[in-house]
């Protein structure tokens, strides 16, 4: 399989997140930006490990494309001790979560889907990441500057949060910023063989 037929694949990223575009420009690859706000809601039931997965796939149901492109859509959940934390809606939901975090390993879950030629596929990654003990100020101060309301989890592994905080990572330390890129790379080989 030649790199350069990877390369030639008409690639839609279906997401937002300047992360997931940025990793996808760092594996060498050009794309388009399709993106369309779905139901990110999910039934109680269900095992994290589906959770990303399942919205991954909804969301790659949600966005159209042609027989000759190839769609990436992706969901992050960060799982704790039973509880998925998503994104913060303020100041005092994300300190509740990092401090939840602190001193404390927890799992980020990648759901990623690929649609093409009119079929879904989807696969999840999962990363382990333990913090040391935050303090109180340390947190105040990530939250008040980096406000971090965009991120499951209410982090950033490549902001300062992490570089200070985490102190073990167990997996794909992408997949924590929001795409599996060796699991995707790996994947997108397949399809072009």
Do not use: C
């Not at 999910?42 to 994290?48: C, G, T």
């Amino acid at each position: 399989m030649e790199i350069n037929k990877l390369f030639d694949l008409k690639l839609v990223l279906g997401s937002g997140s300047p992360r997931r575009a940025e990793l996808l420009e760092l594996l060498g690859f050009k794309f388009e930006i399709r993106k369309k706000d779905t139901d990110e809601s999910f039934l109680s039931d269900w095992h994290y490990l589906e959770i990303p997965q399942k919205l991954s796939a909804r969301k790659a149901s949600a966005i159209e494309v042609f027989d000759n492109e190839l769609l990436i859509t992706a969901d992050t959940i960060v799982h704790i001790n039973g509880d998925i934390l998503n994104k913060p809606d303020n100041y005092e939901e994300a300190f509740e979560m990092l401090s939840k975090l602190s001193a404390n390993t927890h799992e980020v879950v990648t759901g990623v889907s690929f649609k093409y030629q009119n079929e879904i596929y989807s696969f999840a990654e999962e990363t382990k990441v333990s913090f040391k003990k935050l303090t109180h100020e340390e947190i105040d101060y990530y939250v008040t500057y980096y406000k971090p309301f965009d991120k499951a989890g209410a982090y950033g592994i490549q902001e300062w949060i992490g570089m200070i905080g985490i102190e073990k990572i167990e997996g794909d330390y992408y997949n924590v910023m929001g795409l599996p890129v060796q699991r995707v790379w790996n994947e997108l080989l397949k399809i072009k063989q």
